[in-house]
């Protein structure tokens, strides 16, 4: 298993979750490593994506500022705390890793972990 995302759950309103995604060495080592997220009947959504150089930083318009996404080197794991959470972040997080330049696509990504379910009720 190259990608293994954890941390999903139920949670209220307003409150906070942390995902995180463990990597292969060599999957860790790819040039971008992101999160996107799917609900049903609807197209997989970028959420953000962190760099390995740099690291530079990535945030959909819809969490800016409410999700923050980080790296581990020594771990291989990207984590992605999300705080402020609202009804409409209820979704499958899926955890993501390439090497692609266009982080927004969903055809930078090469690797791609199982998903995590994220449930925030109102």
């Known amino acids: 298993v190259q990608l293994q995302a954890s941390g999903g759950g139920l949670v209220q309103a307003g409150g906070s979750l942390t995902l995180s995604c463990a990597a292969s060495e060599r999957t860790f080592r790819t040039a971008v490593m992101g999160w996107f997220r799917q609900t049903p009947g609807k197209e997989r959504e970028f959420v953000s994506a962190i760099t390995l150089s740099g690291p530079r930083t990535y945030y959909a318009d819809s969490v800016k500022g409410r999700f923050t996404i980080s790296r581990d080197n020594a771990k291989n794991t990207v984590s992605l705390q999300m705080n402020s959470l609202k009804p409409e972040d209820t979704a499958v997080y899926y955890c993501?890793?390439?090497?692609?330049?266009?982080?927004?696509?969903?055809?930078?990504?090469?690797?791609w972990g199982q998903g995590t379910l994220v449930t925030v009720s109102s």
């Open positions: 993501s890793a390439g090497w692609g330049n266009h982080v927004y696509a969903q055809s930078t990504y090469n690797y």
